[in-house]
């Protein structure tokens, strides 16, 4: 899970929060491990790994391979580490900016879930993924798309408008949730062949509205909590009235995205990741 374009917050990520509230996308990112195809000796990216909730289920089907573990987040990446000390040399850490990232080697496959949609050039982010997967390589991601989070959104951004639109001046979105078309356009320009995307709905549910006020305040919402807010009566704070939460949540999040392609073979040189991939053929 790597943080919000080029803005960690005054707080950022909570990797104990994090690593109690992510059942939803540890749920989803089942469901992406179960479409890769692994012999199980590959070297795997996971993309955004988050607290390594995921991760551990990665090595697993890796029974003879390893994993790199990509976050932005230094305090993600701690407790991923800390999560997966019982895999120890099977795990290699990297805090990177996945849109710049380099690997002294390819990967044979990357493996990404709720992730890219807090990084916001996917243009950049595609084509630094082709250049650290060996041709032919496999990416199989899973993220936010289209109308995901759009009730939420909308009310958020009514209440800046309202009531703190002095403290958001300078503000943008965090997220860019693509739809399926724009994504297949931008992966096969990065060089991915045999591309598929498309949206499935997720609607996810809480057992309580205080589950999901912790999920928005914690895992959602944090870059809008860090900005520099006054203080306001509890009675006061949407995010903390129970029946808010109870509207939101059945719609929480309605569309999760998936996008997943090849990496078209081509000329590799030698100590030099940044080939340029040829062109990809002709989407079937």
């Given at each position: 899970?790597?943080?919000?374009?080029?803005?960690?917050?005054?707080?950022?990520?909570?990797?104990?929060?994090?690593?109690?509230?992510?059942?939803?996308?540890?749920?989803?990112?089942?469901?992406?491990?179960?479409?890769?195809?692994?012999?199980?000796?590959?070297?795997?990216?996971?993309?955004g790994c988050g607290s390594g909730r995921l991760t551990a289920l990665l090595l697993e089907r890796l029974p003879h391979g390893r994993?790199?573990?990509?976050?932005?987040?230094?305090?993600?990446?701690?407790?991923?580490?800390?999560?997966?000390?019982?895999?120890?040399?099977?795990?290699?850490?990297?805090?990177?900016?996945?849109?710049?990232?380099?690997?002294?080697?390819?990967?044979?496959?990357?493996?990404?879930?709720?992730?890219?949609?807090?990084?916001?050039?996917?243009?950049?982010?595609?084509?630094?993924?082709?250049?650290?997967?060996?041709?032919?390589?496999?990416?199989?991601?899973?993220?936010?798309?289209?109308?995901?989070?759009?009730?939420?959104?909308?009310?958020?951004?009514?209440?800046?408008?309202?009531?703190?639109?002095?403290?958001?001046?300078?503000?943008?979105?965090?997220?860019?949730?693509?739809?399926?078309?724009?994504?297949?356009?931008?992966?096969?320009?990065?060089?991915?062949?045999?591309?598929?995307?498309?949206?499935?709905?997720?609607?996810?549910?809480?057992?309580?509205?205080?589950?999901?006020?912790?999920?928005?305040?914690?895992?959602?919402?944090?870059?809008?909590?860090?900005?520099?807010?006054?203080?306001?009566?509890?009675?006061?704070?949407?995010?903390?009235?129970?029946?808010?939460?109870?509207?939101?949540?059945?719609?929480?999040?309605?569309?999760?995205?998936?996008?997943?392609?090849?990496?078209?073979?081509?000329?590799?040189?030698?100590?030099?990741?940044?080939?340029?991939?040829?062109?990809?053929?002709?989407?079937?």
């Amino acid at each position: 899970m790597s943080s919000p374009g080029g803005q960690e917050g005054v707080a950022g990520w909570d990797p104990d929060a994090y690593d109690r509230l992510s059942d939803p996308q540890y749920a989803w990112g089942q469901s992406v491990l179960d479409r890769l195809e692994l012999r199980g000796d590959e070297t795997v990216l996971d993309a955004g790994c988050g607290s390594g909730r995921l991760t551990a289920l990665l090595l697993e089907r890796l029974p003879h391979g390893r994993v790199i573990a990509v976050d932005k987040s230094g305090a993600m990446l701690a407790k991923a580490r800390a999560n997966l000390a019982e895999y120890g040399q099977r795990v290699t850490y990297l805090r990177a900016d996945l849109e710049t990232l380099e690997l002294e080697r390819p990967v044979a496959a990357i493996f990404s879930t709720a992730t890219f949609h807090w990084i916001l050039d996917h243009d950049r982010l595609f084509r630094a993924l082709a250049t650290v997967l060996v041709p032919g390589g496999r990416l199989e991601a899973q993220c936010g798309g289209g109308p995901n989070l759009a009730r939420l959104r909308a009310r958020v951004a009514r209440l800046i408008d309202e009531r703190y639109a002095r403290y958001f001046a300078d503000w943008h979105e965090p997220w860019l949730f693509a739809d399926p078309s724009e994504s297949a356009a931008q992966l096969e320009n990065a060089g991915f062949v045999d591309v598929k995307t498309s949206l499935e709905p997720a609607p996810t549910h809480f057992d309580s509205a205080g589950d999901f006020r912790l999920f928005l305040e914690r895992v959602v919402l944090w870059p809008h909590l860090s900005r520099r807010l006054p203080p306001l009566p509890r009675a006061r704070r949407p995010l903390a009235a129970p029946h808010t939460a109870a509207r939101l949540a059945p719609a929480a999040v309605p569309g999760r995205a998936r996008r997943r392609g090849r990496q078209r073979p081509r000329p590799v040189r030698p100590r030099l990741l940044a080939t340029e991939p040829e062109r990809p053929a002709s989407r079937p």
